[in-house]
């Protein structure tokens, strides 16, 4: 069963503009949220993280929001650059396992 | 500074051969976890360990077996390789709980 769910395979955005991907969970004991990026051929590498205790967190370009109630995530990147493009997986964890479990990814074009 | 080391990068076995894969890293992490990846199924965790001597089995642990000896080692031994086997691993590592990994290269393995 999965536990983070990315639904959109893909996204397609004009650079310039803001691309949004979106991220749901199922276990409502992770409480530690993170946001990868992959390039093809590397490993993924660390973007951006929230905390259960909060519900938005900024970083330049990159921002996460967290809905609790929901049980649902999102990252949203302004302005979308070309160099954006890349697979991006949400993850999750709970402090009492220490498993980070990802999702499926997103694939974003970012199109000039 | 190397990080997250991953050998070999590259790897073809026989079904029912043995094998290890190798990582390594340089940066006192004590986190440290094994993830595959497969198209369509995003990133799964194998193995992790919190520190030196202590492992824990993650989403998709069989066929597989883990050790973490030293701080700085974490291989993983696929016992009997078989088909499903094929995928390409991912190591990472980070200093804490709430940290983001930091993943190596990753190795492509196929088991034909």
């Known amino acids: 069963d999965q536990q983070v769910k990315q639904n959109s395979p893909s996204l397609s955005v004009q650079e310039g503009r803001i691309s949004i991907l979106n991220c749901d969970y199922t276990?409502?004991?992770?409480?530690?949220f993170l946001w990868y990026k992959k390039y093809p051929a590397e490993g993924p590498t660390f973007l951006i993280s929230i905390s259960s205790i909060k519900d938005k967190n900024e970083d330049g370009r990159f921002t996460v929001f967290l809905n609790k109630s929901a049980k649902h995530l999102s990252l949203h990147i302004v302005p979308s650059q070309p160099g954006d493009s890349a697979v991006y997986f949400c993850?999750?964890?709970?402090?009492?396992?220490?498993?980070?479990?990802f999702g499926t990814g997103t694939r974003l074009q970012v199109f000039p | 500074n190397a990080g997250v080391t991953q050998t070999p990068k590259f790897q073809v076995l026989k079904t029912g051969q043995s094998m290890t894969l190798q990582c390594a890293q340089d940066?006192?992490?004590?986190?440290m976890s094994w993830y595959r990846q497969d198209p369509g199924m995003g990133l799964r965790l194998i193995h992790y360990s919190v520190g030196a001597g202590i492992t824990d089995q993650g989403e998709v642990p069989n066929g597989y077996n883990v050790s973490r000896s030293t701080t700085e080692d974490f291989p993983l031994r696929l016992l009997s390789a078989a088909p499903s086997q094929t995928s390409v691993y991912f190591c990472a590592s980070k200093l804490g709980s709430i940290d983001g990994y930091t993943f190596g290269s990753g190795t492509r393995l196929t088991v034909v």
């Open positions: 940066m006192n992490h004590e986190y």
């Open positions: 276990n409502s004991m992770f409480d530690y």
């Open positions: 993850a999750a964890s709970a402090t009492n396992t220490d498993k980070l479990i």
